[in-house]
Nanobody, 129 residues
């Protein structure tokens, strides 16, 4: 019943911007922290950002340079990822993920990979040079 449907990806020239969306259904959206990951062939899923259930707290990977912004709209059951100044190395499949457990989310870097589950097919972001 849990469904996460990502959208908003596509072909973008380097330096451009994208706003990815993830629409959720099948669960109480506003009780779960949400996150965005990305993955390229041959590499492990990479954490990008997470947002608390209310949207009041956000967390970002240390490797990011401030180009990513995560947000959510609990009325629309949607989580967003705004990406600015895209680079070819941003090319990947971007996945929306739901926290394994509902309720309050506390970001812990060492366990973030196992704290979230991706349920959808992701959306492809391709950045050309």
């Amino acid at each position: 019943q849990v469904q996460l449907v990502e959208s908003g990806g596509g072909l973008v020239e380097a330096g451009g911007s994208l706003r990815l969306s993830c629409t959720a259904s099948g669960f109480a959206f506003d009780t779960y922290a949400m996150a965005w990951f990305r993955q390229v062939p041959g590499k492990e899923r990479e954490f990008i950002a997470a947002v608390s259930r209310t949207g009041s707290s956000t967390f970002y990977a240390d490797s990011e340079k401030g180009r990513f912004t995560i947000s959510r709209d609990n009325v629309k059951n949607t989580v967003y990822l705004q990406i600015g100044y895209l680079r070819p190395e941003d090319t990947a499949v971007y996945y929306c993920a739901r926290a394994v457990y509902d309720g309050r989310y506390i970001y812990i870097k060492s366990t973030v990979q196992s704290d979230f589950r991706a349920w959808g097919q992701g959306t492809q972001v391709t950045v050309s040079s």
